[in-house]
């Protein structure tokens, strides 16, 4: 079991930065793979971004590659998300998830232990 708790959300203008954290409790955080989505007011939840297992494979969605930089610190169990350059359609709760594959994927139905989220607003 793996508990996930999402903190660093908040409001900014547009251009400015944000990092999110999440905090993993539980044993062998260094087994999962790790990802962050979005979700917002009227849609489906989004994949933004994935790590792996080590750290040294990441994946973006087009939307955000280029801004948004995913890593992880395996020994302080936790996985981050830098926001840079954020525009008003990046608005949404971001959400950390964890999957038990070995590799990053994308798709929200792999994934198996979610946290709480965190709302980021950016103002135009």
């Known amino acids: 079991q793996v508990q996930l708790v999402e903190s660093g959300g908040g409001l900014v203008q547009a251009g400015g930065s944000l990092s999110l954290s999440c905090a993993a409790s539980g044993r062998f955080f260094s087994n999962y793979a790790m990802g962050w989505f979005r979700q917002a007011p009227g849609k489906e939840r989004e994949f933004v971004a994935a790590i792996s297992r080590s750290g040294g494979n990441s994946y973006y969605a087009d939307s955000v590659k280029g801004r948004f930089t995913i890593s992880r610190d395996n020994a302080k169990n936790t996985v981050y998300l830098q926001m840079n350059s954020l525009k008003p359609e990046d608005t949404a709760v971001y959400y950390c998830?964890?999957?038990?594959?070995?590799?990053?994927?994308?798709?929200?139905?792999?994934?198996?232990?979610w946290g709480q989220g965190t709302q980021v607003t950016v103002s135009s």
């Open positions: 998830a964890a999957t038990r594959f070995g590799t990053v994927v994308a798709g929200s139905k792999d994934y198996d232990y």
